[in-house]
């Protein structure tokens, strides 16, 4: 094969590579699920059947789950996600969204999101908010009631209630399935070798295992 060639099939792989990293478009105006279809899974997406579109209603573009906060963790805060599965009418349409509040001084723990985009805006109360960059590169500030913030896909961010009353979030994802890994839990609630951590972190075994038990309860360290 000539360089050229070679080089155009390079490209050619990438852009196969970018596209389907990001949900697929639609080619349909909507995809209501049919629950009793099942769920078709590949080993890049997970589809879920349409029913017929005559079969839609109103109610399967309307959600009413988020009129009130979820329970919420030691962590101060309360999630309810939203997703295809719970909200037939977002299905297919490379879209998803959580609502979040923070007690005082509650925390959303630093984390991200390996397939979406997030948009988040604060819908009452003031929120540490922030991201930081490949280079290490922090972006935070306060941000108050009807302000936004963008953390760009991949990149770890976190929130803090900084204000004297309860704050509620609103984040939209622009991936239906934008995945979550929470930084501690990723790291100690795993099977990474402690040996390794100890090395990484610089710290003792015993204190690998406090950590070890606070982000994965179900692991037990004599």
Known sequence: MSPRLTLLFVIFCLLCAMTLASDPDPVQDYCIPNPKLGVIKTPLHTFLPCKNSSEA???????????????????????????PTIFP??????????????????????????????????????????????????F??????????????????????????????????NSQNPGMQKIPSAIFGSGINDELLEKAFGLSSKQIGTMRRRFDPKRVRL
């Open 140 to 173: 935070a500030r306060v941000i108050e009631q009807g302000e936004v913030m963008v953390f760009p896909r991949g990149l770890v961010h976190f929130q803090m209630n900084v204000g004297k009353k309860p704050a509620t979030i609103f984040g939209s994802f």
């Open 89 to 138: 009418g977002i299905n297919t349409l490379g879209m998803s969204f959580v609502r979040a509040d923070l007690n005082v001084g509650g925390i959303n723990p630093p984390h991200f999101h390996p397939r979406a985009t997030e948009i988040s805006h604060i819908v009452q109360g003031s929120v540490y908010s922030g991201f930081v960059d490949s280079t290490n590169r922090v």
């Open 57 to 83: 209603t109103t109610d399967d573009f309307v959600f009413s789950g988020m009129k009130v906060a979820g329970n919420f963790t030691d962590t101060g805060l309360a999630a309810i996600s939203v997703n």
